[in-house]
Nanobody
Framework: QVQLVESGGGLVQAGGSLSLSCAAS????????VGWFRQAPGQEREFVAA????????YYANSVKGRFTISRDNAKNTVNLQMNSLKPEDTAVYYC????????????????????WGQGTQVTVSS
């Protein structure tokens, strides 16, 4: 059972930056696919970014491509999401998630592919 804890959310003005971090309890975390999802009020939880276990492949939603960067430090069992040029529409609760290996590129973008989830951290972007 992997436990994930996010941190780093907060309030920022449009155009600003925030960095989210997710710490995992499982020492085998490096073998998992990791992802970030977000959920705005009244909306479905949506895919933001994902990274394979070796860090060679990254995936982004079109809405954040070029502004957000996912990275991981397997030695520290952490995954980060650097968010730049933030927009009010980025306001949401952001969730870290982990999936077992072997997922297709398409499957990495699906909530159902992820077995483990953090509790979420609020990101609010003011206009």
């Amino acid at each position: 059972q992997v436990q994930l804890v996010e941190s780093g959310g907060g309030l920022v003005q449009a155009g600003g930056s925030l960095s989210l971090s997710c710490a995992a309890s499982d020492p085998t975390f490096s073998s998992y696919v990791v992802g970030w999802f977000r959920q705005a009020p009244g909306q479905e939880r949506e895919f933001v970014a994902a990274m394979r276990w070796n860090g060679d492949s990254t995936y982004y939603a079109n809405s954040v491509k070029g502004r957000f960067t996912i990275s991981r430090d397997n030695a520290k069992n952490t995954v980060n999401l650097q968010m730049n040029s933030l927009k009010p529409e980025d306001t949401a609760v952001y969730y870290c998630a982990a999936a077992h290996r072997g997922k297709s590129d398409f499957a990495l973008r699906l909530r159902i592919s992820y077995a483990y989830w953090g509790q979420g951290t609020q990101v609010t972007v003011s206009s």
